[in-house]
C-alpha cells in the first residue's frame, strides 16, 4: 500500500494495519541503516520547529540524513520572518513550495493540522502544544512491540503528568486502539483531562474505573488513579476497583511509561503549588515491587528528576533504546510519506473511524482553548471555527483543529417554526428542546448577546430549564 | 557565456541579456528539477543571516540541496562569533576559505559589497538593509515574463511602502531598464524617495511626472503618485498629469506589485503616526476596477493586512507562484556563479552602464547614512569612504557602498593656485567656483571646521553665496 | 595506524607522531578537496554548540560536507530541549545514537569529557569553557609546521590574553610537547595560570624562567614574562634572565601569536580595571623590530583592536591562511575518528604520558572551579568527583574533568591505626604527617567540618602545623 502525500497529523490518521506497516519497514532499515542512503536522493525536507525541540529536530533530520535526502531547517523561534506577523497558511504555502515533505513543531494547538491543510505536500506532526506529538507515539508503540511482541492484553502504566504531557495523550488512545489495558498513574493534580477520558470510552469502547480513593491505596508507592480496561481484554474489573487494581498489579506491569512535569504549560496555580515536591520518583527501590519484576521502564525523555540515574543500567530500562528507534521509525514514515516505498499493511483489526456531524457555520462559537489555533489574531483572518459535534446530551463539540471539547450554552435550530421571524428563538444548550435540533439544523452561539444581536429571541427553554 | 565568479550584490551587476539567460536557465531547471540534483555535488553555499529571513534563507538553501550542493548556515542573529566584535571583511575572508558560494543578509547597507569585495568567492546579497535585494526583483522580472511574455511597454503598478521597501527599490531600476511604464501608488508618508528618482531618471532615462494632487484622485480607490514613462514607451504624458494618469490606468495595469509597511524600519515618528491606519488594503472590492480586469498581483511576502486572504483563490493572484519560482531561479543564479553552467545571453539592448568619476582620498566626509556599512564603528578600521560623483550642478556624491545620495556643503580644488599655500582655500559647493573645480581635483570635507583643520581658508564662496 | 572511534577532548588524547600523520592527511586532502567528497557518504556529523561560535562551527560543518558527509546541528543556545534541564550525559547518548561523531562546544569546562563518556561514538572538542580547544592547535601546529617545516627549536612568542585564552593553553602544551621553546608576552594582568605553568614543568620537562621585571624590559614594545625553555633546547638561559630574554630575542622570534581579550570571561574587576587600554597592539611598527623580520604572524581569530588591518597584506601574515587550514585538518581528524582514513603514524619521539594515582572516593571534595562541569546541578545527579594526585608534597588534585589544580586542606589515611575507632583522625594536608599518607589510603575533606560529621577528630597535625 502507498501511503505516498498523506500527513500525519494525529495518531488516528493511520490505521493500526498502517501502523503495524510502518513499523516492518522501520525493522528493514533498522536492520541495515547504510543500505537506506539514497533512497530520499534528492528530496527536500523542512524542518520547521517554531518550539525548541532539539532532540525531536535532530531525530528527524538524522532520519532524513540517512535516507540520503537533504534537509533545510528553520529552528530560531522569534527569530523568523515569521516573527513578522505571517499566518501559518502563508508560511506552509510557502515553504511547500520549497520541500517535498515538512516536518513542523508549533506551540499553537491544531498547528500542524494547518499546515497540512495548506502546504500542498506531506506535513508531520512534530508537536503542537499540549494537542499530540504522534511520532512520538510510533516510537513508543514500536519499542513495546519489539520488547513484548503485541500490545493487545498489555497492562501499561502511565506515570507522572498526565495532563499537560501530550506525548502520553497521543499515546493513550493509540494504547486503545491496539487493545492495552491502562493504568493511570498521575502526579496529584496532574490528573489526565476528562476530555481525554471521554474520547477514550466513547471512540474506543471499553470501560475506565475510578480507583485509588481508599488511604492504602494513596499510600501506595504506586497509586493507580483510574483504570482502562479495553473491550477486548479477556477480565473484567469488579466491583471493588481498589481491589481489582491491586489485583492487575499483582499480575504484574508490562510497561511503566515514565514523564516529566512539563512545567512549561503549568499554570500559575500549578507553578506556585510544591507539585514539584509531591512528584513522585521512579528509582531502583520502586522497581523492586513484584509487580515490575518484567517490567519495561520508557520515557519520552527529556527527564528532569522523576526518573533516577542509577536505572540507566537496569536491563529493565528502554529510555535510550526508545529514543534511538526514533531514527528507523522516522525513516519508515519519511520514506513512506514520500512514496519511495511501500507498506505492508498485515491484517489486523482497527476500531474503525467515528464520523460526526460537523458544525461550520458563519454564527459560530470560538474554540475556547486559549492555545488552539483558530483562535489566534493572525490565523482568524482566514480560519473559520469548525467543530465536530461528538454529542448531543448534552450538546458537545469538538474542535477541528486542537481537538479540545467543549459544551456550548446557547443555540438554536436553524429550522425554526414555519420560517416566522417571531419563532426564531434560541435555547439553552442543556434544555431538551436543544438536544432534539437535527445537526444539520443546529446553530451555536458564542454567547447569549450574540444570539440577541444576530435577532434570536429567547424561548421558555433559554435559561436553563429541562 | 560564463558568469563564474561573478558577484551579484545589486540588479546593476547584470545586463538585461545576462538576466534573460539566467531566466532562461531557470526555465531549463523548472522543467525538470530532478534532473538538476548532482549539478553541485561537492560546492558548498555559505548562508550568513544577520537578520531573520526564513523565506529567503529557506529558498537559497532548497536551491542549493536541489541542485545537490551543501550548505553551511548562520542564521542566529546576535549568538555568533561575529558578535564577538568583529568585522564583515574578516567575517567575508574566513567564510570564503570554507566555502565555494556566500548567501548574505545583513541590517548594514552596502555590507553585501563589502563581502563580495574581500571573500574571495562569488557572494549573492540576500537583503543588505534597505538598500537592495536583488534576487527578490529577479523572482519578480521572472514571474512577470512568465505571466505576460516580455516587460517592455508593460504598465506596473507599485503599491504600499515604496519609501522602506527594498524590493521596491530593486525592482524599479529593473523595471526602466526593461522598458516599463511605473504607476507608483504609496501609501501616504511611505513616498518612493527622491535619490531613487533620481537615479531613475538620470540613468535610465524617461520621464516621472507626479499626479494625484487633485482632491478627486486623492479620494481614488488607487492613488496614483507619481509615473515613471519610459524613453522607449511609444506615448508620452500630456501636460496634465492628473488626467494622463486616469488615461493610464483606463487602458489597464498588467501587474499589481503589493509591499507590506516595513515597520521594523520605520522612524519614531513614523511608528507613532497612524501610517498602518491609512495603509491601503488590496482587496476583491478594489480588483474589480476595470483597470485590474487582466492585471497580475503580486507581493513579495509576508503581507500583513494589505493583501486579504479573499484574494488567494483568484487567478490573478500570483504571489505563491511567484515565491514558488524563487526556487528555479536561485538554482540557476547559483549554477552560473558557481560555474557549473553556462548562461546563453540573448542579443537584446540594455541600457549601457554609466560611468561615474570616483571620489577617494584621505580628506573625505562619512557616508551620511547611519545605516551604510562604511561608517560603523567596527568597519572604520579598514574601509575607506569612496563616492561616486553622479552630478556637479549642485555637487552630488553617490556611496558605493549604500548608494545613498548628498550633497556635501563644503568644498576646495587640490589644484590651488600656483599651490601658494596662502591660496589653499575651500568653498560652499553651491557656490559657482566650486562647481568649475574638476573631480580629479576636487576635495570634500566633511565639515567648515574640518576643512580649516586642515589649513584651508574661507574663499569669498565660503557661505554659499554664488 | 587506526584511530577509528577515538575521541578528541585534549591535545594530550594523541601522541606527537598521531597528530603528524593528521596532518599528512590533511596535505592529502588540501591537495585535492573534491577528490576526498564521498568518504563520508552516508556517514551523520552532530554539531552541538552550546555557545556561540559560528566560525568553529563552519569549519567543521564544512569540513563534514568536503568529505560528503551529513550533518545536524544544534546552535541555538538557551533554545534547545537541552535547556529543559537535561544533563549533558542524557544528551550524549541521545545525540550519540542519531549520529556517527559529536563535535561539541559548550561553556562549562570539563563537558567534552563527559560527552565522550556517555556518547557511545567519537567525539571532538571544539573549545570547552576555559579549558581546551584542541583542534585549533591542530590548526596552530599545522601552519607552524607548513611554513617552518619543524616545531622543534622555533621560539614562539605567544602575545595577549594568556589567561582565559584556552585556545593559548592548549597550544602551550602541544608547543612543548613538540620541543619548542615559548616567550611569554601577556598583557598586564592577563598573565598565563599558574597551574598552566606546573603542568608545563612537571610534565614536558624543561624550564621556565620569570624575566622582564627590570623598568627597561618594561618599556619594551615586547614585553617578555616568562620564558619556557624545552628540555630538547641546545641553549639554556642564564642566570640574568632579563638580559637572556634579549638574547632570545636577538635570534629572532619564529612566530608570534596573537590573541584577542577573552572580556566574555573577564571578572568584573578586571572588567571595570582597563584592561583593554593596556591591551598591546601588534601593528606595523611593532614588526619593524629586527626580532620579528622571519616571524610568522598568527591568530586564533576573531581579532577585535589587538591585530591591526594594516598587516593584512604583509606577506608575514598567517592568520586567514591558519583559519583557512582549518578546513583540511577538520577534514583529516574526522576522517581518521570516523574510521574511513588510517593515519601513518611517523617514528617521532613523543614525551610519554604521565600517569598519576586517581582519587576517586565517596568521601570527596568537590572540585572547587565553579565552571567545571562536575558541580554543576544537573550533573551532579549522576557525576562522582574524580581527581590526579599529581603531586604530595603539598598534596596536589587536578579535576579528571576541568584540569583545574588545587591544593586540599584537611585528609586522613583510610588505613587508620589498628582500624580502632578512636584513631580515626584527620590532619592538616600542609602537615608533615599527610605527606606520608599512600595514595590509595588518602581520604581527602572538602572541609573540616565534613571530616568532623563523618566522625574523624584532628590529629595533632589539624591545625596546620608541620
Known sequence: MSLAGKSF???????????????????????????????CRGKIMASLFFEPSTRTRLS??????????????????????FAKGESIADT????????????I????????????????????????GGHQHPTQTLLDLYTIIKERQTIRGLKIALWGDLKYGRTTHSLIFALARFGADILF?????????EHIIDKLVTEYGGEVERVGTSPEARKSPFPVDAIYTTPNSPHQLAMMPDVSAQVELSKG????YVTRPQKERFSAAEKSEDIKAKYPVVDKKLLQDRAFRRTIVMHPLPRVDELAYELDADERSMYFKQAARGVPVRMALLAAL???????????????????????????????????????????????????????????L????????????????????EHKQETKKYHSAASHWAKDIRPENLIIFESEEQAQALGFKPSHFARGEK
Not at 105 to 126: F, Q
Not at 399 to 417: I, L, N, Q, T
Open 185 to 193: 498513574c498521575p502526579s496529584p493534580g496532574l490528573e489526565v483531562p
Open 398 to 417: 469538538r474542535c477541528v483543529y486542537c481537538e479540545h471539547g467543549f459544551e456550548p450554552k446557547f443555540v438554536a435550530s436553524a429550522d425554526w417554526h
Open 105 to 128: 513543531r508549533h506551540p499553537w494547538e491544531g498547528a500542524a493540522k494547518v499546515v497540512a491543510d495548506y502546504a500542498g505536500v506531506p506535513v508531520i506532526n512534530a508537536g503542537d
Open 9 to 39: 497529523v494525529t495518531i488516528d490518521d493511520f490505521s493500526n494495519g498502517e501502523i503495524l506497516g510502518i513499523f516492518a519497514l522501520a525493522d528493514e532499515m533498522a536492520a541495515d541503516m547504510s543500505a537506506q542512503y539514497g533512497l
Open 253 to 256: 506491569v508490562d510497561a511503566l
Open 92 to 103: 506552509a504555502r510557502i515553504v511547500g513550495s520549497y520541500a517535498d515533505i515538512i516536518v
Open 60 to 81: 528527524f533530520e538524522a532520519a532524513m540524513h540517512r535516507l540520503g535526502g537533504s534537509v533545510i531547517t528553520a529552528s530560531e523561534v522569534g527569530a523568523s520572518s
Open 338 to 396: 514520500l512514496g519511495v516505498k511501500q507498506v505492508q499493511v498485515p491484517d489486523v483489526e482497527s476500531p474503525p473511524p467515528v464520523h460526526y456531524p460537523v458544525y461550520r457555520r458563519d454564527i459560530t462559537p470560538l474554540c475556547p482553548n486559549p492555545r488552539c489555533v483558530s483562535v489566534q489574531p493572525t490565523e482568524t483572518k482566514y480560519l473559520r471555527p469548525e467543530f465536530k459535534i461528538v454529542k448531543t446530551r448534552p450538546i458537545t
